[in-house]
């Protein structure tokens, strides 16, 4: 054998000899995050120590990390749970867990710190939104101890507060014995369709004073995971959450949502702030949770009585710093509905002021990205209801908000509003002029509200119109009217109050004596208000060029 045989025979043994030494010590391919595909995982026995310590610990995470889940987007992914010895159940070295969120090839991964109790935290970096799903590892000594198979990421909501955003099907309409509702005022075929939208994902709190974990309604708990919103499930799902979900679905079809539903019927708002049993069981337990923003409609117990009426707004505006703490960014996206026309309660025309006045109150820890929806014309004529239609009407309104704060829009001059009241002042020819927050009188005009069932909201369609909003989606919410502007009224220190004339002047109205009072002029007034009841009736709304209108108000004239 001459000599260059000999030197390519040697070459190739000795290649041989490294390949079987290489897979012998594992020098082997890489994957997911780099590290070697650990022995449980590729078919081989794991090592009697890595299997003793795993074996060793019992890891529980909280009730809503399930399959389905969906966490939010461009944030810090949190995994967190407890994790303790079994033997003696004290907590365990926090360099042994980890956390790894996968995605093909792709993956993030974040060991754990540990705190009293075996309480502990993995914070893996932020991921984009995304239709395919992720798969959520947590190793102890290198060995998965828990491990969800599909979460997403996409967009996360919480819908808190009573029975107006807790309202679905299944709960008021479902029963088999009651076919309408209301005595056929509202009926199965007036409600809006469910949401069929295997990218919108929900999962539901319980109402219970036991313990503090995120105790789970049945529909969530027997499932075991975040439930699709088909057409069965959806009947279980909040119809303000999912009208709003489906308008951002259209907007963002690459981006899953998440619904976070804690509202309860029949709750008034301290029993949603910290020390109440809903805060404690619904959204302390989220703590360290990044959401994309609250939903709330809540008020309506409020309004029973003068005392909580009037303690409304300083509890609103907690509320808000408290919630926005919870999930760790003080200018969360707060969105909230303004109590709608309803007779039953004496001071829900207070509640509602103190909803308005909530929105520049100086309690705030931060007034940006907070806005309210007026719903006085949404009911279509169903006021008599406590649980009024027109969730489809408010979901768009409320998703547009939203999308203005998440293009960059955080004060009420940029995110869509109808008209809000900043100031009334009286002028040298006896009349009352009203100025409002710059940038939601644009475009003033007098119209007359539907109050029938032909009012609605749909998506847009967003391919023959990409700058649309879902505000473009709402149709026959009201006509334009040559009546003259109804619903305002002024008083003088004696209380009494008595309609004026209201008169569209640019961007301000101007109020005038009205004949039949025999006033000759608006000199001794000394309060305005506007809309300024439980259920009021009015055939001439104030509304702006976006066709929004103006929030009831009442005010001192300057």
């Keep these: 054998m001459n000599a260059k045989r000999l030197f390519h025979v040697a070459l190739a043994v000795a290649v041989t000899v490294a390949v079987i030494v290489a897979a012998i010590i594992g020098c082997g391919p890489k994957w997911g ?15 009697a120590a890595g299997a003793d310590a795993a074996d060793a610990v019992s890891v529980t995470l909280p009730s809503y990390y399930m399959e389905n889940m969906v966490f939010q987007r461009n944030q810090p992914l ?41 309480s502990f935290t993995c914070t893996l970096k932020a991921q984009k939104a995304s239709l ?59 409600l809006p369709k469910p949401v069929t939208d295997a990218n919108v994902k929900f999962v539901e709190a319980d109402d219970t004073a036991e313990g503090s974990d995120f105790p789970l309604r049945d529909v969530s708990r027997q499932a075991g995971k975040w439930l699709d919103a088909d057409a069965e499930s959806s009947q279980h799902l909040s119809y303000l959450a999912q009208q709003f979900a489906m308008q951002l679905r259209a907007k963002h079809p690459n981006v899953p949502i998440g619904i976070i539903q804690t509202a309860w019927g029949g709750t ?74 309803w007779p039953g309660y004496q001071y829900t025309q207070n509640v509602r002021e103190a909803q308005r006045t909530a929105l520049s109150s100086a309690n705030l820890r931060n007034a940006s990205n907070i806005a309210m929806t007026v719903s006085l014309d949404t009911d279509k004529g169903t006021s008599v209801s406590i649980h009024p239609l027109g969730k489809d009407i408010l979901g768009a309104r409320m998703a547009a908000q939203y999308l203005a704060m998440e293009n960059g ?23 009352i002029t009203l100025s409002f927050e710059e940038g939601t009188a644009n475009g003033l005009k007098a119209m007359r509200p539907n109050y029938t069932k032909s009012a609605g909201a749909k998506v847009p369609d967003y391919a023959k119109k990409p700058g649309a909003t879902p505000l473009d989606g709402i149709s026959n919410i009201a006509t334009s009217t040559t009546l003259a502007l109804q619903g305002f009224e002024v008083a003088d220190h004696s209380g009494q109050w008595m309609p004026v004339t209201a008169t569209i002047k640019g961007d301000q109205v101007r109020l005038s004596a009205a004949s039949g009072t025999g006033l000759s002029s608006l000199n001794d007034m000394t309060q305005v208000r506007y809309l300024f009841s439980g259920n009021p009736k009015c055939a001439s709304m104030l509304y702006n060029s976006l066709n929004l209108p103006a929030s009831p108000f009442i005010a001192i004239v300057e």
């Design 409 to 431: 829009s955080k004060n009420s001059a940029a995110v869509p509003n109808g008209p809000l009241f900043e100031s009334a002042q009286h002028a040298s020819d006896g009349s």
């Design 78 to 118: 949190v995994v967190k749970g407890t994790v303790i010895s079994k033997q003696d159940g004290k907590p365990v070295k926090a360099s042994k867990l980890s956390a790894t969120l996968s995605q093909g090839r792709k993956s993030a991964s974040a060991t754990a710190q540990i705190g009293k109790k075996g």
């Design 268 to 341: 008034p708002i301290r029993r949603h702030l910290r020390g109440g049993d809903i805060y404690a069981n619904h959204i302390a337990p989220l703590q360290g949770l990044h959401v994309a923003g609250v939903l709330w409609y809540q008020g309506c117990d409020d309004a029973a009585n003068y005392a909580t009426a009037m303690q409304y707004e300083s509890q609103m505006t907690t509320l808000i710093n408290q919630y926005r703490s919870v999930f760790g960014r003080s200018d969360l996206p707060f969105l909230y509905v303004q109590l709608a026309r």
């Design 132 to 190: 395919k799903p992720y798969s959520l590892r947590l190793r102890y000594a290198g060995k998965t101890v828990a491990e969800l198979t599909n979460v997403y990421v996409g967009d996360v909501f919480v819908a808190a507060g009573q029975s107006n955003m807790e309202l679905n099907h299944a709960q008021y309409f479902g029963r088999s014995d009651a076919p309408s509702f209301y005595g056929g005022l509202i009926t199965e075929s007036d």
């Design 33 to 47: 995050d780099g590290s070697v595909l650990h022995e449980s995982e590729n078919g081989q026995s794991p090592s």
